[in-house]
């Protein structure tokens, strides 16, 4: 039998080690992301089959029944960029496509790309979850925690084309640096994730408290909370793909409300629209009625109970 050469050996080494330092816990983890990732697609192929009653087209069928509504735009830009041709483009901040154009340099398709960067991003998304609870909490409900964010019914939006699992993975990623007290990391994340999605926002109060926390624990000031003010990079970002498309910054607000009809109101005016819509069509009533009433209202609890039981940040 051959001896394994040098570079074989010291490849095995490494590998080795890399094991050897990360937990138990998460190859745990990283064992339930890459299951659930296999039972979503052959889920998907069989449903496929099911209801269309035809075989899923060859190739990369099986990855294509998931392309739908925004992945598709996704991949265009990562195909052809932004353009003044297509300004409904603007709509869709620029980091998720972004990286899969990078990753499609490698792969030699944007939508396996798109596959290869979201379960990625889920992959590093749970890893940093798992360990942002343990934080808080003990290893069972960490482990717990993660388990239930896996097979969440909508949890799916995570393994294919969207930018949920990117968004999920920097914001998380912000939240740890900063509960770790590494503020540069926690602003830069921050920034890319406000690159990513509208919801990037959020991290601006969020980092906020974390800082105002460690200052009532600490009782002294440090320089490395103004990390926080980068966020906004991001948003700036966007706003600038926005005024280079269409000569408007704030285009966008234009299109929310176009095509989307969509517009800013208070909270309560949205809750009362859901409890009007409730009288519509069945399906209607369901969907932008019921549904929204009920997940608004348990939002609304999830977040006083977090808010007493867990840490402000």
Same mark, same amino acid.
Request: with cysteine.
């Given at each position: 039998?051959?001896?394994?050469?040098?570079?074989?050996?010291?490849?095995?080494?490494?590998?080795?080690?890399?094991?050897?330092?990360?937990?138990?816990?998460?190859?745990?983890?990283?064992?339930?992301?890459?299951?659930?990732?296999?039972?979503?697609?052959?889920?998907?192929?069989?449903?496929?089959?099911?209801?269309?009653?035809?075989?899923?087209?060859?190739?990369?069928?099986?990855?294509?029944?998931?392309?739908?509504?925004?992945?598709?735009?996704?991949?265009?830009?990562?195909?052809?960029?932004?353009?003044?041709?297509?300004?409904?483009?603007?709509?869709?901040?620029?980091?998720?496509?972004?990286?899969? @154009? *990078?990753?499609?340099?490698?792969?030699?398709?944007? %939508?396996?790309? &798109?596959?290869?960067?979201? !379960? =990625?991003? +889920? #992959?590093?998304?749970?890893?940093?979850?798992?360990?942002?609870?343990?934080?808080?909490?003990?290893?069972?409900?960490?482990?717990?925690?993660?388990?239930?964010?896996?097979?969440?019914?909508?949890?799916?939006?995570?393994?294919?084309?969207?930018?949920?699992?990117?968004?999920?993975?920097?914001?998380?990623?912000?939240?740890?640096?900063?509960?770790?007290? @590494? *503020?540069?990391?926690?602003?830069?994340?921050?920034? %890319?994730?406000? &690159?990513?999605?509208?919801? !990037? =926002?959020? +991290? #601006?109060?969020?980092?906020?408290?974390?800082?105002?926390?460690?200052?009532?624990?600490?009782?002294?000031?440090?320089?490395?909370?103004?990390?926080?003010?980068?966020?906004?990079?991001?948003?700036?970002?966007?706003?600038?793909?926005?005024?280079?498309?269409?000569?408007?910054?704030?285009?966008?607000?234009?299109?929310?409300?176009?095509?989307?009809?969509?517009?800013?109101?208070?909270?309560?005016?949205?809750?009362?629209?859901?409890?009007?819509?409730?009288?519509?069509?069945?399906?209607?009533?369901?969907?932008?009625?019921?549904?929204?009433?009920?997940?608004?209202?348990?939002?609304?609890?999830?977040?006083?109970?977090?808010?007493?039981?867990?840490?402000?940040?």
């Amino acid at each position: 039998m051959n001896e394994p050469g040098p570079e074989r050996s010291t490849m095995m080494t490494r590998w080795g080690a890399v094991v050897r330092r990360l937990p138990t816990e998460d190859w745990l983890v990283i064992g339930w992301v890459f299951a659930t990732e296999i039972i979503l697609l052959i889920f998907g192929v069989r449903s496929f089959h099911m209801i269309e009653d035809k075989r899923v087209p060859a190739h990369l069928g099986w990855l294509e029944i998931w392309n739908r509504w925004d992945a598709l735009h996704f991949q265009r830009i990562a195909e052809a960029g932004y353009s003044a041709s297509d300004k409904l483009k603007a709509w869709f901040y620029p980091l998720y496509p972004w990286c899969v @154009r *990078w990753t499609a340099y490698l792969t030699g398709s944007t %939508l396996v790309a &798109a596959f290869v960067v979201s !379960g =990625i991003a +889920l #992959l590093v998304a749970a890893l940093i979850f798992r360990r942002l609870i343990a934080l808080d909490f003990s290893t069972d409900v960490a482990r717990r925690g993660v388990w239930f964010f896996l097979i969440f019914p909508t949890a799916y939006y995570l393994h294919i084309g969207y930018t949920e699992s990117l968004f999920l993975a920097l914001v998380l990623g912000s939240i740890f640096a900063a509960r770790k007290e @590494r *503020w540069w990391l926690a602003g830069v994340l921050g920034a %890319l994730s406000w &690159a990513t999605r509208a919801n !990037g =926002i959020i +991290l #601006l109060p969020t980092l906020a408290m974390e800082a105002g926390h460690q200052w009532y624990v600490q009782k002294r000031w440090r320089w490395q909370w103004l990390w926080i003010a980068i966020v906004p990079a991001g948003f700036a970002v966007y706003l600038f793909l926005n005024w280079r498309i269409s000569g408007d910054p704030f285009a966008f607000l234009k299109m929310r409300k176009q095509l989307f009809h969509m517009s800013f109101s208070w909270p309560w005016i949205g809750i009362k629209s859901a409890i009007g819509n409730m009288h519509r069509t069945p399906n209607e009533a369901e969907i932008v009625g019921g549904e929204e009433f009920f997940a608004t209202i348990l939002m609304l609890v999830c977040a006083i109970i977090s808010w007493i039981k867990m840490r402000p940040s």
